[in-house]
Each structure stands twice: as structure tokens, then as C-alpha cells.
């Protein structure tokens, strides 16, 4: 959504509709922003993929063993074969696939917008590590087949960079520094690129939020192999055209239920775009 509305902002809301028959049309698909960490004696940096949603197989795991698997978000593309041989016949070790990015740090604010009172909060975000010792961030893949829809792609992450991500822009949070790559440069770049490429697998991973079609993703969700979760999404629509007109507030959108990155389908979904207006 954050694109969607910088994208707007650069090139009009005429213009979205270009960007969303691209995704319809198959001929722009992303992820969702996943986290990549480079330690000073690492050559390069890891990118990680979200944890496959399987059931383990092997039936040796201790309540500890399930609890380390459980506290696990996230793992680095060129070992999620092991992970998976870790699940289907226990060979490892858990800790093999834990990876810090970061802390929650909580700062305290006064809000003053609306009160008669000055009201004191407080925001909690989350600091990736960057220093001498390691680097953390998040990075985005995005397949793209049209030359002049990725100039204008790579020019609203830039510009989106200085605008700010995430639901406390106006504090000054959520701003970066973008830099485009391809997914030849690293080991589990190139991990990435080889399953991204796998037609076949037996196994297709959610890399982003899915909203599945109705009409063709209904059997894959009810196929007894099928392994997913799912997340409420809400949020307010950045358009002036869905404000209160009496007190001049932005009005909230419709719900919808999304697939959670990490599910993992025997086929690979076709998903859909929903109109959440009212």
C-alpha cells in the first residue's frame, strides 16, 4: 500500500490503475520486505526468506526444541533445504537457523493534535543493528518484464525512501536508503534466484501477503497438504475522497483476511486484488 500511494503522489491516481493491471496481467510481482544481515567477516550479505509453514516430521523433538523452532521468524535463503531436511528427519540443529536483526526501542511522546491537554505516548519501533560488527536492513524482490514501469518503480521506492514507511512517518520514522541489485551477488541471492525458478517444486512458498482468487485458488486451499496462516488487515486508504466531510477525518476501509507470507501450497496461488473501498 505504501507504493500504491507514493506512486500516486508522483504520477496521479490516474495512473494507478497502469501499476495494478501490471500485477493483475502477471507481468509485476514483489514479496513482502524481508530482513538481510552482514556481519564485518561475512564476504556478503544473507538475505532471508520467511519460515516454511511445515509440519515436522520427525516425531524425537523436545517441548524445548519446539519452543526454539516456534521463536523462529525468519531464514537464510541458502539453508532452507536443511531447514526442511531438519523437519522431515530431524538432522541439525535449531540453533543453525537463528539470526538477530534488531531490537524494539520505545520513545516517549506528547500529543497535542485534537487535545485540550497535551497527552503524553509513547512509540515502539524497531532498530535494525548497524555498526562496526554488523549491518541489518530490509530488502524487496520484484520481477518486472516492462523497461518503463521500472524507471518509475525504482523512482518511487527512492522517493518513498525520503517519505517513510510503516504508521509513524510524521515522527520522522520509517525513512531509507534504497539501492537496486540482482540477485547474482551472493550465495543466497543466488539460492533465491534458483528456487524462484523452480516451477516444479514440491512445495510453493507465500514470499508476500496473498489474497487468494476465489475462483482459482479455492482448491489448493482446501488440498489436505495445504499448510497456511492467516492475518486481518485493516488500515485507512490515503485518497480525499474517503474523509468525513463533517469532521474532516480520514474514514477507515473495509477489512480483509490475507494468506501469511511462509505458507507453503502444493501449487503455486494465482491470488487477486480486492477493491476495499465502500
Given at each position: 500500500?505504501?507504493?500504491?500511494?507514493?506512486?500516486?503522489?508522483?504520477?496521479?491516481?490516474?495512473?494507478?490503475?497502469?501499476?495494478?493491471?501490471?500485477?493483475?496481467?502477471?507481468?509485476?510481482?514483489?514479496?513482502?520486505?524481508?530482513?538481510?544481515?552482514?556481519?564485518?567477516?561475512?564476504?556478503?550479505?544473507?538475505?532471508?526468506?520467511?519460515?516454511?509453514?511445515?509440519?515436522?516430521?520427525?516425531?524425537?523433538?523436545?517441548?524445548?526444541?519446539?519452543?526454539?523452532?516456534?521463536?523462529?521468524?525468519?531464514?537464510?535463503?541458502?539453508?532452507?533445504?536443511?531447514?526442511?531436511?531438519?523437519?522431515?528427519?530431524?538432522?541439525?540443529?535449531?540453533?543453525?537457523?537463528?539470526?538477530?536483526?534488531?531490537?524494539?526501542?520505545?520513545y516517549d511522546r506528547v500529543g497535542i493534535r485534537?487535545?485540550?491537554?497535551?497527552?503524553?505516548?509513547?512509540?515502539?519501533?524497531?532498530?535494525?543493528?548497524?555498526?562496526?560488527?554488523?549491518?541489518?536492513?530490509?530488502?524487496?524482490?520484484?520481477?518486472?518484464?516492462?523497461?518503463?514501469?521500472?524507471?518509475?518503480?525504482?523512482?518511487?521506492?527512492?522517493?518513498?525512501?525520503?517519505?517513510?514507511?510503516?504508521?509513524?512517518?510524521?515522527?520522522?520514522?520509517?525513512?531509507?536508503?534504497?539501492?537496486?541489485?540482482?540477485?547474482?551477488?551472493?550465495?543466497?541471492?543466488?539460492?533465491?534466484?534458483?528456487?524462484?525458478?523452480?516451477?516444479?517444486?514440491?512445495?510453493?512458498?507465500?514470499?508476500?501477503?496473498?489474497?487468494?482468487?476465489?475462483?482459482?485458488?479455492?482448491?489448493?486451499?482446501?488440498?489436505?497438504?495445504?499448510?497456511?496462516?492467516?492475518?486481518?488487515?485493516?488500515?485507512?486508504?490515503?485518497?480525499?475522497?474517503?474523509?468525513?466531510?463533517?469532521?474532516?477525518?480520514?474514514?477507515?476501509?473495509?477489512?480483509?483476511?490475507?494468506?501469511?507470507?511462509?505458507?507453503?501450497?502444493?501449487?503455486?496461488?494465482?491470488?487477486?486484488?480486492?477493491?476495499?473501498?465502500?
Amino acid at each position: 500500500s505504501a507504493v500504491c500511494i507514493e506512486w500516486t503522489n508522483l504520477y496521479g491516481e490516474q495512473s494507478l490503475g497502469e501499476l495494478l493491471d501490471a500485477v493483475s496481467s502477471g507481468s509485476l510481482s514483489f514479496s513482502s520486505l524481508l530482513p538481510w544481515r552482514q556481519a564485518s567477516t561475512d564476504p556478503e550479505a544473507t538475505y532471508f526468506l520467511p519460515k516454511p509453514l511445515l509440519s515436522p516430521l520427525a516425531t524425537t523433538y523436545a517441548p524445548s526444541i519446539k519452543k526454539k523452532l516456534k521463536k523462529i521468524s525468519f531464514i537464510a535463503a541458502d539453508q532452507i533445504s536443511h531447514y526442511i531436511a531438519y523437519l522431515m528427519r530431524g538432522e541439525g540443529s535449531p540453533e543453525l537457523f537463528s539470526a538477530e536483526f534488531g531490537m524494539p526501542v520505545t520513545y516517549d511522546r506528547v500529543g497535542i493534535r485534537d487535545n485540550e491537554q497535551p497527552l503524553p505516548y509513547r512509540v515502539t519501533a524497531w532498530r535494525f543493528f548497524d555498526d562496526e560488527r554488523i549491518a541489518c536492513g530490509l530488502y524487496w524482490l520484484v520481477a518486472i518484464s516492462d523497461r518503463s514501469l521500472q524507471v518509475r518503480l525504482l523512482k518511487t521506492v527512492r522517493s518513498l525512501g525520503v517519505t517513510g514507511i510503516g504508521g509513524k512517518t510524521s515522527s520522522g520514522y520509517g525513512t531509507f536508503v534504497s539501492e537496486h541489485t540482482d540477485l547474482v551477488h551472493s550465495s543466497s541471492a543466488q539460492a533465491i534466484s534458483s528456487m524462484l525458478n523452480h516451477p516444479n517444486a514440491r512445495w510453493h512458498m507465500a514470499l508476500g501477503s496473498v489474497i487468494p482468487d476465489i475462483h482459482t485458488d479455492l482448491v489448493i486451499l482446501q488440498n489436505t497438504d495445504s499448510r497456511y496462516l492467516l492475518s486481518s488487515r485493516s488500515g485507512f486508504p490515503a485518497s480525499a475522497s474517503y474523509v468525513d466531510a463533517t469532521t474532516g477525518r480520514a474514514l477507515k476501509r473495509k477489512n480483509c483476511v490475507v494468506i501469511r507470507e511462509g505458507s507453503c501450497f502444493p501449487t503455486a496461488l494465482s491470488g487477486s486484488i480486492l477493491d476495499l473501498s465502500y
